[in-house]
Antibody, heavy 127, light 107 residues
């Protein structure tokens, strides 16, 4: 079965760039049925969606982060990545990657959901 | 952007039915998912497409969605069901929206 694993530095200095990678195993990242996503969770808080990417490279991004966020995909390596620039303490969070099946029900109704999650990686922004 | 609201907490007696609401303007026209998150763990999908259970999720979990409220129902609540539960929708603005989460306590 598909498994996802986040990796990257646990500590990032303020104003630097946060870079994380999600490695996909047990299945191909080249899938016409799935997007791939990053979600984060601030300490003691709820879930915040960051963005999706399709194997073709097309993306949907959270508008509140769009100017700082880049999500990319590396199909030969079966992984996708997140880069968040100019980080501050407010970017301290657990970052999750997940697989995203999607479907269209007609009448303009789409839906996307996260069915397989990585365990998450904690990123602290501090000097 | 679209907003969904959840109560901060819901309590249920052991063995009774729990209902966790997720409110939003005409949320019945959208498709709702639900996730369970236990402390220190990643979220787990428990309901998708309003009322579908992924394989491995007990039949005790069910969902409904109509009007301005979607509801996650858990019958015969167990101590192991204690967790935070999040609703999630895909909005026409092409963004994912999560509810703030509800902490379920089984008394």
């Amino acid at each position: 079965q598909v498994q996802l694993q986040e990796s990257g530095p646990g500590l990032v200095r303020p104003s630097q760039t946060l870079s994380l990678t999600c490695s996909v195993s047990g299945g191909s990242i080249i899938s016409g049925s799935h997007y791939w996503t990053w979600i984060r969770q601030h300490p003691g808080k709820g879930l915040e969606w960051l963005g999706f990417i399709f194997y073709s490279g097309s993306t949907y991004d959270n508008p509140s982060l769009k100017s700082r966020l880049t999500i990319s995909i590396d199909t030969p390596e079966n992984q996708f990545s997140l880069k968040l620039t100019s980080v501050t303490a407010a970017d301290t969070a657990v970052y999750y990657c997940a697989r995203v099946p999607f479907d269209y029900l007609g009448n303009g109704v789409h839906y996307y959901y996260m069915d397989v999650w990585g365990k998450g990686t904690t990123v602290t922004v501090s000097s | 952007s679209y907003e969904v609201t959840q109560p901060l907490s819901v309590s249920v007696a052991l063995g009774q039915a729990a209902r966790i609401p997720c409110g939003g303007n005409n949320i019945g026209s959208k498709v709702v998912q639900w996730y369970q998150q236990k402390p220190g763990q990643a979220p787990v999908l428990v309901i998708y497409n309003d009322n579908n259970r992924p394989s491995g999720i007990p039949e005790r979990f069910s969902g409904s969605n109509s009007g301005n409220t979607a509801t996650l129902s858990i019958s015969r609540a167990q101590v192991g069901d204690e967790a935070d539960y999040y609703c999630q929708v895909w909005d026409l603005s092409e963004t994912v929206t999560f509810g703030g989460g509800t902490k379920l306590t089984v008394l």
